[in-house]
Protein backbone atom coordinates (compact mmCIF):
# COMPACT_ATOMS: atom_id res chain seq x y z
CA UNK A 1 0.00 0.00 0.00
CA UNK A 2 2.83 2.05 0.68
CA UNK A 3 4.17 1.98 -2.77
CA UNK A 4 1.09 3.08 -4.19
CA UNK A 5 0.76 6.07 -2.22
CA UNK A 6 4.35 6.69 -3.55
CA UNK A 7 3.73 6.60 -6.98
CA UNK A 8 0.40 8.72 -6.21
CA UNK A 9 2.19 11.07 -4.59
CA UNK A 10 4.76 11.24 -7.83
CA UNK A 11 1.85 11.01 -10.56
CA UNK A 12 0.60 14.10 -9.07
CA UNK A 13 3.83 16.05 -8.73
CA UNK A 14 4.20 15.61 -12.39
CA UNK A 15 0.70 16.46 -13.37
CA UNK A 16 1.42 19.79 -11.22
CA UNK A 17 5.20 20.45 -13.03
CA UNK A 18 3.50 21.93 -16.34
CA UNK A 19 1.79 24.95 -14.28
CA UNK A 20 2.65 24.52 -10.94
CA UNK A 21 6.27 24.19 -10.56
CA UNK A 22 6.20 25.47 -7.40
CA UNK A 23 3.46 23.18 -6.32
CA UNK A 24 5.32 20.62 -7.83
CA UNK A 25 8.67 21.28 -6.15
CA UNK A 26 6.74 20.98 -2.74
CA UNK A 27 4.60 17.93 -3.22
CA UNK A 28 8.50 16.06 -4.54
CA UNK A 29 10.09 17.50 -0.93
CA UNK A 30 7.26 15.84 0.71
CA UNK A 31 7.86 12.57 -1.35
CA UNK A 32 12.04 12.86 -0.30
CA UNK A 33 10.57 13.41 3.19
CA UNK A 34 9.38 10.72 3.57
CA UNK A 35 11.09 8.48 1.21
CA UNK A 36 14.72 9.96 1.19
CA UNK A 37 15.71 7.32 -1.14
CA UNK A 38 13.14 7.97 -3.86
CA UNK A 39 15.35 8.82 -7.20
CA UNK A 40 12.18 9.64 -9.11
CA UNK A 41 11.50 12.31 -6.60
CA UNK A 42 14.53 13.69 -6.59
CA UNK A 43 14.72 13.86 -10.19
CA UNK A 44 11.02 15.81 -9.50
CA UNK A 45 12.99 18.27 -7.25
CA UNK A 46 15.10 18.87 -10.05
CA UNK A 47 12.71 19.48 -12.80
CA UNK A 48 10.90 21.41 -10.52
CA UNK A 49 13.44 23.58 -9.71
CA UNK A 50 14.79 24.13 -13.58
CA UNK A 51 11.38 25.52 -14.09
CA UNK A 52 11.78 28.08 -11.68
CA UNK A 53 15.06 28.87 -13.22
CA UNK A 54 17.09 27.63 -10.35
CA UNK A 55 19.69 25.72 -12.50
CA UNK A 56 22.63 24.84 -9.81
CA UNK A 57 19.71 23.77 -6.90
CA UNK A 58 18.64 21.62 -10.24
CA UNK A 59 22.03 20.31 -10.95
CA UNK A 60 22.36 19.36 -7.39
CA UNK A 61 18.84 17.60 -7.11
CA UNK A 62 20.09 15.92 -9.97
CA UNK A 63 23.25 14.50 -9.05
CA UNK A 64 21.27 13.30 -5.43
CA UNK A 65 18.96 11.40 -8.05
CA UNK A 66 21.90 9.63 -9.03
CA UNK A 67 22.83 8.74 -5.43
CA UNK A 68 19.53 7.60 -4.73
CA UNK A 69 19.14 5.42 -7.81
CA UNK A 70 20.92 1.84 -5.85
CA UNK A 71 17.42 1.88 -4.54
CA UNK A 72 15.85 2.09 -7.97
CA UNK A 73 14.69 -1.56 -9.27
CA UNK A 74 14.70 -1.06 -12.90
CA UNK A 75 18.25 0.65 -13.04
CA UNK A 76 19.47 -1.80 -10.42
CA UNK A 77 18.87 -4.77 -13.11
CA UNK A 78 20.05 -2.10 -15.86
CA UNK A 79 23.16 -2.34 -14.15
CA UNK A 80 23.17 -6.19 -13.52
CA UNK A 81 23.09 -6.34 -17.35
CA UNK A 82 25.86 -3.89 -18.05
CA UNK A 83 28.19 -5.82 -15.27
CA UNK A 84 26.94 -9.20 -17.16
CA UNK A 85 27.60 -7.72 -20.56
CA UNK A 86 24.27 -8.25 -21.77
CA UNK A 87 24.29 -5.17 -23.52
CA UNK A 88 21.07 -5.57 -25.66
CA UNK A 89 19.24 -5.81 -22.73
CA UNK A 90 20.84 -3.25 -20.76
CA UNK A 91 20.11 -0.60 -23.71
CA UNK A 92 16.80 -1.65 -24.08
CA UNK A 93 16.15 -0.55 -19.95
CA UNK A 94 17.88 2.48 -20.19
CA UNK A 95 16.30 3.98 -23.23
CA UNK A 96 12.88 2.76 -21.81
CA UNK A 97 13.90 5.27 -18.75
CA UNK A 98 14.96 7.70 -21.08
CA UNK A 99 12.02 7.93 -22.68
CA UNK A 100 10.14 8.44 -19.04
CA UNK A 101 12.28 10.85 -17.80
CA UNK A 102 14.83 12.30 -20.17
CA UNK A 103 17.14 13.99 -17.45
CA UNK A 104 17.96 10.67 -15.94
CA UNK A 105 21.47 11.65 -15.67
CA UNK A 106 22.06 8.21 -14.09
CA UNK A 107 20.60 6.43 -16.70
CA UNK A 108 22.44 8.88 -19.30
CA UNK A 109 25.67 7.50 -18.18
CA UNK A 110 24.97 4.05 -18.40
CA UNK A 111 23.63 4.52 -21.75
CA UNK A 112 26.94 5.90 -22.71
CA UNK A 113 29.01 3.06 -21.17
CA UNK A 114 26.61 0.95 -23.86
CA UNK A 115 27.49 2.97 -26.56
CA UNK A 116 31.69 3.21 -25.40
CA UNK A 117 31.65 -0.97 -25.23
CA UNK A 118 30.33 -1.06 -28.70
CA UNK A 119 32.78 1.47 -30.26
CA UNK A 120 29.94 4.39 -30.79
CA UNK A 121 32.46 6.76 -28.85
CA UNK A 122 30.92 9.85 -30.17
CA UNK A 123 27.03 8.71 -29.57
CA UNK A 124 28.86 7.89 -25.71
CA UNK A 125 30.64 11.56 -25.93
CA UNK A 126 27.50 13.31 -26.73
CA UNK A 127 25.52 11.34 -23.95
CA UNK A 128 28.01 12.32 -20.97
CA UNK A 129 28.51 15.76 -22.23
CA UNK A 130 24.37 16.22 -21.55
CA UNK A 131 24.75 14.06 -17.86
CA UNK A 132 27.98 16.47 -16.91
CA UNK A 133 25.78 19.44 -18.09
CA UNK A 134 22.53 18.40 -16.07
CA UNK A 135 25.04 17.53 -13.04
CA UNK A 136 28.26 19.29 -13.28
CA UNK A 137 29.48 17.48 -10.19
CA UNK A 138 28.67 13.72 -11.31
CA UNK A 139 32.49 12.24 -11.10
CA UNK A 140 31.57 8.86 -13.02
CA UNK A 141 30.32 10.57 -15.76
CA UNK A 142 33.48 13.23 -16.23
CA UNK A 143 35.42 10.14 -15.77
CA UNK A 144 33.95 8.01 -18.54
CA UNK A 145 34.32 11.35 -20.57
CA UNK A 146 38.22 11.36 -20.10
CA UNK A 147 38.16 7.44 -21.40
CA UNK A 148 36.18 8.27 -24.27
CA UNK A 149 38.66 11.08 -25.23
CA UNK A 150 41.71 8.48 -24.78
CA UNK A 151 39.85 6.12 -27.05
CA UNK A 152 39.26 8.53 -29.91
CA UNK A 153 42.95 9.64 -29.08
CA UNK A 154 42.18 13.00 -27.94
CA UNK A 155 45.07 12.71 -25.42
CA UNK A 156 44.90 16.30 -24.60
CA UNK A 157 41.78 16.43 -23.32
CA UNK A 158 41.95 13.63 -21.42
CA UNK A 159 44.49 14.58 -19.97
CA UNK A 160 42.54 17.73 -19.11
CA UNK A 161 39.41 15.82 -18.07
CA UNK A 162 41.64 13.63 -15.75
CA UNK A 163 42.75 16.96 -13.73
CA UNK A 164 39.13 17.41 -12.37
CA UNK A 165 38.25 13.86 -11.76
CA UNK A 166 41.45 13.60 -9.70
CA UNK A 167 40.37 17.10 -7.88
CA UNK A 168 37.60 15.13 -6.31
CA UNK A 169 38.97 11.80 -6.27
CA UNK A 170 42.46 11.93 -6.03
CA UNK A 171 43.61 8.46 -4.39
CA UNK A 172 42.01 6.65 -7.37
CA UNK A 173 44.76 4.87 -9.27
CA UNK A 174 42.73 3.89 -12.03
CA UNK A 175 41.71 7.68 -13.00
CA UNK A 176 46.04 8.30 -12.47
CA UNK A 177 47.21 5.75 -14.40
CA UNK A 178 44.66 6.96 -17.40
CA UNK A 179 45.72 10.57 -17.12
CA UNK A 180 49.91 9.00 -17.03
CA UNK A 181 49.29 7.35 -20.10
CA UNK A 182 47.40 10.25 -21.66
CA UNK A 183 50.29 12.71 -20.72
CA UNK A 184 52.92 10.19 -22.09
CA UNK A 185 50.94 10.19 -26.11
CA UNK A 186 50.92 14.25 -25.55
CA UNK A 187 55.02 13.82 -25.35
CA UNK A 188 54.47 14.77 -21.56
CA UNK A 189 57.01 12.02 -20.60
CA UNK A 190 58.90 13.66 -17.20
CA UNK A 191 55.52 14.53 -15.57
CA UNK A 192 53.93 11.27 -16.55
CA UNK A 193 57.18 9.43 -15.27
CA UNK A 194 57.06 11.50 -12.05
CA UNK A 195 53.48 10.57 -11.52
CA UNK A 196 53.67 6.77 -12.53
CA UNK A 197 56.70 6.90 -9.74
CA UNK A 198 54.48 8.66 -6.69
CA UNK A 199 51.43 6.13 -8.04
CA UNK A 200 53.95 3.08 -7.63
CA UNK A 201 54.90 4.23 -4.53
CA UNK A 202 51.19 4.16 -2.91
CA UNK A 203 50.02 1.05 -4.45
CA UNK A 204 53.10 -1.15 -4.89
CA UNK A 205 50.60 -3.97 -5.33
CA UNK A 206 48.52 -2.28 -8.60
CA UNK A 207 50.06 -4.96 -11.37
CA UNK A 208 48.28 -2.55 -13.71
CA UNK A 209 50.13 0.59 -12.84
CA UNK A 210 53.87 -0.97 -13.15
CA UNK A 211 52.88 -2.57 -16.39
CA UNK A 212 51.75 1.01 -17.46
CA UNK A 213 55.12 2.27 -15.69
CA UNK A 214 57.20 -0.28 -18.00
CA UNK A 215 55.01 0.80 -21.24
CA UNK A 216 56.32 4.16 -20.81
CA UNK A 217 59.53 3.19 -19.52
CA UNK A 218 60.49 1.53 -22.65
CA UNK A 219 58.87 4.22 -25.00
CA UNK A 220 61.55 6.61 -23.66
CA UNK A 221 64.32 4.11 -24.10
CA UNK A 222 64.84 2.82 -20.47
CA UNK A 223 64.54 -0.76 -21.33
CA UNK A 224 65.98 -2.35 -18.29
CA UNK A 225 64.01 -0.31 -15.99
CA UNK A 226 60.99 -1.28 -18.10
CA UNK A 227 61.62 -5.00 -17.88
CA UNK A 228 61.98 -4.26 -13.93
CA UNK A 229 59.02 -2.67 -14.14
CA UNK A 230 57.13 -5.22 -15.92
CA UNK A 231 58.73 -8.01 -13.68
CA UNK A 232 57.41 -6.07 -10.96
CA UNK A 233 53.88 -5.93 -12.28
CA UNK A 234 54.13 -9.95 -12.25
CA UNK A 235 54.77 -10.26 -9.04
CA UNK A 236 51.66 -8.58 -7.95
CA UNK A 237 49.72 -10.59 -10.64
CA UNK A 238 51.10 -13.42 -12.62
CA UNK A 239 47.87 -14.01 -14.50
CA UNK A 240 48.38 -10.73 -16.52
CA UNK A 241 48.58 -11.67 -19.80
CA UNK A 242 49.29 -8.48 -21.26
CA UNK A 243 52.61 -7.92 -18.95
CA UNK A 244 54.13 -11.62 -20.61
CA UNK A 245 53.11 -10.18 -24.18
CA UNK A 246 55.14 -6.78 -23.60
CA UNK A 247 57.77 -9.01 -22.27
CA UNK A 248 58.04 -10.86 -25.25
CA UNK A 249 57.36 -8.20 -27.60
CA UNK A 250 61.12 -6.47 -26.08
CA UNK A 251 62.44 -9.50 -28.18
CA UNK A 252 66.27 -8.64 -26.26
CA UNK A 253 64.37 -11.04 -23.19
CA UNK A 254 65.01 -14.86 -23.24
CA UNK A 255 62.50 -16.61 -20.96
CA UNK A 256 63.77 -19.17 -18.83
CA UNK A 257 62.07 -22.37 -17.06
CA UNK A 258 60.78 -20.76 -14.33
CA UNK A 259 59.42 -18.13 -16.34
CA UNK A 260 57.60 -21.09 -18.63
CA UNK A 261 56.17 -22.90 -15.56
CA UNK A 262 54.50 -19.19 -14.71
CA UNK A 263 52.71 -18.54 -17.93
CA UNK A 264 51.76 -22.40 -18.02
CA UNK A 265 49.95 -22.18 -14.27
CA UNK A 266 48.72 -18.48 -15.38
CA UNK A 267 47.19 -20.22 -18.51
CA UNK A 268 45.95 -23.14 -16.66
CA UNK A 269 44.31 -20.60 -13.88
CA UNK A 270 42.74 -18.54 -17.08
CA UNK A 271 39.25 -20.14 -17.35
CA UNK A 272 39.15 -21.42 -20.69
CA UNK A 273 35.49 -20.75 -20.66
CA UNK A 274 35.46 -17.63 -18.99
CA UNK A 275 35.28 -14.57 -21.51
CA UNK A 276 36.44 -12.26 -19.07
CA UNK A 277 39.86 -13.89 -19.65
CA UNK A 278 40.20 -14.68 -23.44
CA UNK A 279 42.88 -11.90 -23.81
CA UNK A 280 44.84 -13.06 -21.12
CA UNK A 281 44.58 -16.52 -23.00
CA UNK A 282 45.52 -14.69 -25.84
CA UNK A 283 48.64 -12.91 -24.58
CA UNK A 284 49.75 -16.13 -22.44
CA UNK A 285 49.72 -18.31 -25.62
CA UNK A 286 51.63 -15.55 -27.61
CA UNK A 287 54.52 -15.25 -24.93
CA UNK A 288 54.87 -18.98 -24.17
CA UNK A 289 55.06 -19.57 -27.89
CA UNK A 290 58.44 -17.08 -27.88
CA UNK A 291 59.50 -18.81 -24.25
CA UNK A 292 59.26 -22.59 -26.07
CA UNK A 293 61.02 -21.10 -29.60
CA UNK A 294 63.41 -19.54 -27.41
CA UNK A 295 64.60 -22.75 -25.35
CA UNK A 296 64.34 -24.64 -28.97
CA UNK A 297 62.02 -26.53 -27.53
CA UNK A 298 59.84 -26.65 -30.75
CA UNK A 299 56.94 -28.80 -30.79
CA UNK A 300 55.09 -26.84 -27.40
CA UNK A 301 56.35 -23.59 -29.45
CA UNK A 302 54.07 -24.35 -31.97
CA UNK A 303 51.46 -25.77 -30.02
CA UNK A 304 51.10 -22.32 -28.40
Request: net charge negative; no cysteine.
Amino acid sequence: MATVTHDQALANARQLLNGQPGAALAQAQAIIEAVPTSAAAHRLVAHALRALDRESEAQAASLAAVGATIHDEAMVDAALALAEDRLPDAEAALRQRLREDATDVAAIRMLAEVAGRIGRYEDAEKLLSRALQLAPGFGAARANLATVYYKQNRFAEAAETLDAVLGDDPDNPAHANLRAAALGRIGGYDEALALYEELTRRFPDHAKLWMSYGHLLKTVGRQDDSIAAYRRALDADPGLGEIWWSLANLKTIRFDAGDRAAMEAALVAAEPDSEARADDRLHLHFALGKAYDDAAEHEPAFRH
